[in-house]
């Protein structure tokens, strides 16, 4: 198992902008496919983004694509999620998950690490 841990959630203002940031082991996470989703309360949990070893990248075009930036350095064994011109409905945990090495994946299934999640709450 690969662990993860993501980090920089918290309270901003709608139209702020946020990065949120996963870590994991040097070694095996670097050559992993990396998505981001998220989990708003009494919803299910939703794609947002995933980046590839190579930097090949794609994004749940309802609400991310244009907005959201998926990015990865891969000697920091980092991966992060830069969120711009926040909405009250990007309200949510925000988790990373990995999974084995190929194209950007919306399923769930696909992944089989996951992190704790960080929380992002965006007020008008």
């Known amino acids: 198992q690969v662990q993860l841990v993501e980090s920089g959630g918290g309270l901003v203002q709608s139209g702020d902008s946020l990065r949120l940031t996963c870590k994991g082991p040097p070694r095996a996470f670097m050559w992993y496919t990396t998505g981001w989703f998220r989990q708003a309360p009494g919803k299910e949990r939703e794609f947002v983004g995933a980046i590839s070893r190579s930097g090949t990248t794609a994004y749940n075009a309802d609400f991310a694509k244009g907005r959201f930036a998926i990015s990865r350095d891969n000697a920091k064994h980092t991966v992060y999620l830069q969120m711009n011109n926040l909405k009250v409905e990007d309200t949510a945990v925000y988790y990373c998950?990995?999974?084995?090495?190929?194209?950007?994946?919306?399923?769930?299934?696909?992944?089989?690490?996951w992190g704790q999640g960080t929380q992002v709450t965006v007020s008008s």
């Open positions: 998950a990995a999974a084995q090495p190929g194209a950007p994946s919306a399923v769930p299934g696909s992944y089989t690490n």
